[in-house]
Nanobody, 126 residues
């Protein structure tokens, strides 16, 4: 099993920044990719960004490209999502997720991920 613990959400004004953290523990050797998803009220959960557990192959949704950056700290088994120039439409619950699927492809759908964090609320006021 893998446990994922998120932190870093909150309330910020438009144009501001937040950094989310996702600390992984347990059988982390089974992880091949990490994803950041978000879900706004009444909307489906969508992939925001992903990164291979090795640290390469980052992916960003068009809606966040140039504003969000995903990175990984090997020593801490932690993945980060740095969010800059936040917009009200970024308001959602953000989840980190881990996948055991060993592939070079970007895993864009939630059902391809095996473990999930508890979610953290990000609210951007206008």
């Amino acid at each position: 099993q893998v446990q994922l613990v998120e932190s870093g959400g909150g309330l910020v004004q438009a144009g501001g920044s937040l950094r989310l953290s996702c600390a992984a523990s347990g059988r982390t050797f089974s992880i091949y990719a990490m994803g950041w998803f978000r879900q706004a009220p009444g909307k489906e959960r969508e992939l925001v960004s992903s990164i291979k557990w090795s640290g390469g192959n980052t992916y960003y949704a068009d809606s966040v490209k140039g504003r969000f950056t995903t990175s990984r700290d090997n020593a801490k088994n932690t993945v980060y999502l740095q969010m800059n120039s936040l917009k009200p439409e970024d308001t959602a619950v953000y989840y980190c997720a881990a996948s055991k699927m060993n592939t070079i492809l970007v895993l864009t759908t939630a059902n391809l991920y095996d473990y999930w964090g508890q979610g953290t609320q990000v609210t951007v006021s206008s």
